[in-house]
């Protein structure tokens, strides 16, 4: 499902999570922890990360660590914040599958293989050239031959 145009740019769905921490965090947060929250969201949107999660859940410990919240972590701001870290994940994964999605273009057909590349395949001379330092495959023995430990010869 492609995300709607009007959310689909950073800026515009960070400030949509900036209004929803002020709507739904201010009153429940004292004013640094809710600023650190509030960062910490729209960073997430900055950097196109998702929300840490453990066992496939929102790990609030993590949340509360780089919030500097541990005190203030309650389970009626878990669930004020819960929708937003939601969202958030929600329009990180449209952007990525819209990303991916093919896009008709009047692209220029794919350009011919060169003629060096040609000649070599014909030639059957390999397409790495060799390099007069480094000797061929077939000239080294093979290394299952090669004993890993030199006997030592005594010669008491």
Known sequence: M????????????QRKISDFCT????????QRTFENVRAYMIGLVQFRSHPPARAGKIDWQAIALACDMEAELTTEVKRAVQPGFDAIARWLGANRANKMAPVATNALPRRAPSKRLEKTVKSGKPLVPVSPLRKPASALPDRRSIPLVAARTSGR
């Not at 492609?2 to 800026?11: H, L, R």
């Not at 709507?23 to 004292?30: F, H, Y």
Request: hydrophobic fraction near 40%.
């Open 2 to 13: 492609a995300p709607n145009n009007q959310f689909s740019s950073p800026e515009i769905f």
């Open 23 to 30: 709507v739904r965090l201010e009153s429940l947060l004292q």
